[in-house]
């Protein structure tokens, strides 16, 4: 198994929007509707943004949003925040009873 | 209301065996709508998924750890473990515990709804 791609960083300006990227396969983020994101701020525990490629808990801000297009999800912050400045990760099944993340993207609000 | 946290060796010698414990509040780990799971993320690195078990006992492993790890349930204490054997310094990494809430008992939803904070292990001799 191989860790799905994210790009390491991002940045914004407060108000604006930004995609982050998640690549990989026809055996994980395009085979299966189940891709989900989570944000980690230093020291904390990740917590779940996205769940099934766009479905958003109800204590998640409708400023979070996921798609995806073949094998590529994607998650888009709109109206950045500073408070939104954190680590995420994407996170795909994987088939036979697995779960795959990706790599990580740092997201930075200038 | 559901927490998690986790809790072992801060420091572990290569070739031994790590050995971390979740401890469960605010549910019991024998509901049938809850699998437990252990997740870890090293140095620079993103998450990796180590596996998860369900109340009944069943486990599910990430195939690169399946020969060296295991997850366990304690009723008696509500919590759950994990055991990696053969550790190396690439096994150093923050740890976590996390559940997978289902609203239909064995459905699985291949999300992880609540995180503990981690604990960090280091493998060095």
């Known amino acids: 198994q191989s860790a799905l791609t994210q790009p390491r960083s991002v940045s914004g300006s407060p108000g604006q929007s930004v995609t982050i990227s998640c690549s990989g396969t026809?055996?994980?983020?395009?085979?299966?509707?189940?891709v989900s994101w989570y944000q980690r701020h230093p020291g904390k525990a990740p917590q779940l943004l996205i769940y099934?490629?766009?479905e958003r808990p109800s204590w998640v801000p409708d400023r979070f949003s996921g798609s995806r297009s073949v094998n590529t999800a994607s998650l888009t912050i709109s109206g950045l925040q500073a408070e939104d400045e954190a680590d995420y990760y994407c996170?795909?099944?994987?088939?036979?009873?697995?779960?795959?993340f990706g790599g990580g993207t740092n997201l930075t609000v200038l | 209301q559901l927490q998690l946290q986790e809790s072992g060796p801060g420091l572990v010698k290569p070739s031994d065996t790590l050995s971390l414990t979740c401890s469960v509040s605010?549910?019991?780990?024998?509901?049938?709508?809850?699998?437990w799971g252990w997740i870890r993320q090293s140095p620079g690195k993103g998450l990796e998924w180590i596996g998860i078990i369900y109340y009944t006992g069943t486990t599910y492993y990430n195939p690169s750890l399946e020969s060296r790890v295991s997850i366990s349930l304690d009723t008696s204490k509500n919590h759950f473990s994990l055991r990696l054997t053969s550790v190396t310094a690439a096994d150093s990494a923050v740890y976590f515990c996390?559940?997978?809430?289902?609203?239909?008992?064995?459905?699985?939803?291949?999300?992880?709804?609540?995180w503990g904070r981690g604990t960090l292990v280091t493998v060095s001799s």
């Open positions: 099934d490629i766009s």
């Open positions: 026809s055996n994980d983020v395009g085979g299966y509707n189940y």
């Open positions: 605010g549910v019991s780990i024998s509901s049938n709508r809850y699998y």
């Open positions: 996170c795909s099944y994987a088939g036979s009873y697995t779960l795959m």
């Open positions: 996390a559940s997978e809430h289902t609203l239909v008992v064995g459905a699985r939803n291949w999300f992880f709804d609540l």
